[in-house]
């Protein structure tokens, strides 16, 4: 099955089975994914549970600590980039969770996140068991392109994405959160940006093209994000 077809059933993933994974399929897959923003460098590291601070109910087999060079754009360039690899590792029947609660006990400033995977008969779903905002909700003209980003995986499931049609394409918003949200979602929220962008790139990976311009409009209870063609 194709990246694309992955977004249509996919799901977060809490429960999985001890099978050994041979890392190379990550290693080879990394090798060939896109950024947003060529110009951040990233790493990541495969990681065993006792090797992980766990903050959640449950835990995995296997850990992936991502780590970025703090530019601008940075956190949407990381989920972008490890959205790809989750719904690769999602076709390969690796279940798999993006994890805010969860940090390598040996870290450094350019920690990012984490994502958990291994092998799992949990991981899917069918297309109309997600639960999200309806799609005239998330932009100004109900528009089928975008129903990929809608199903984008979030921190809580905030879906902050904003898609104001232009010309070319879209300009995208993040949400703007309250106070007290933003405390928590300051850092994540941009990587769920990055997170729908991945989806938009592997259902249109011929036209997908994303720059930031400098004459964006300004909307209310939002920040701009960048503009997209697909
Ligand atoms: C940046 C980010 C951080 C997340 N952190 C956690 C987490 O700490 N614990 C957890 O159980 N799920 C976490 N999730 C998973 C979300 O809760 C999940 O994506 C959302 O509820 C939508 O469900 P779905 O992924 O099954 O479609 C995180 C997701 C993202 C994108």
Avoid at 30 to 44: F, Q
Wanted: glycine content about 4%; charged content about 25%.
């Amino acid at each position: 099955m194709t990246l694309q077809n992955q977004i249509y059933i996919r799901k977060s993933c809490r429960n999985y089975l001890e099978d050994e994974i041979d890392m190379d399929l990550i290693h080879e897959f990394m090798k060939n994914v896109k950024p947003l923003n060529p110009n951040i460098s990233y790493r990541y590291e495969i990681l065993n549970p006792g090797e992980v601070n766990v903050r959640t109910p449950w835990s995995a087999p296997y850990y992936l600590a991502l780590y970025s060079e703090k530019k601008d754009n940075y956190l949407e360039n990381i989920g972008f980039v490890f959205q790809q690899l989750s719904l690769h590792l999602q076709s390969l029947g690796i279940g798999n969770c993006w994890v805010g609660m969860a940090s390598p006990k040996k870290k450094d400033g350019e920690f990012v996140i984490m994502i958990s995977f291994g092998k799992s008969d949990k991981m899917t779903r069918d297309k109309d068991s997600f639960k999200r905002k309806q799609l005239s909700k998330i932009s100004d003209v109900e528009d089928e392109r975008l129903i990929p980003a809608r199903l984008a995986p979030s921190a809580m499931n905030t879906q902050p994405w904003y898609f104001k049609h232009t010309d070319e394409g879209f300009d995208v918003y993040q949400v703007r959160q309250n106070i007290l949200k933003r405390q928590i979602l300051k850092k994540w929220n941009p990587i769920d940006m990055g997170i729908a962008l991945a989806h938009l790139y592997v259902s249109n990976t011929e036209s997908f093209e994303f720059n930031k311009k400098s004459d964006y409009n300004e909307l209310k209870g939002y920040t701009y994000t960048g503009s997209i063609k697909i």
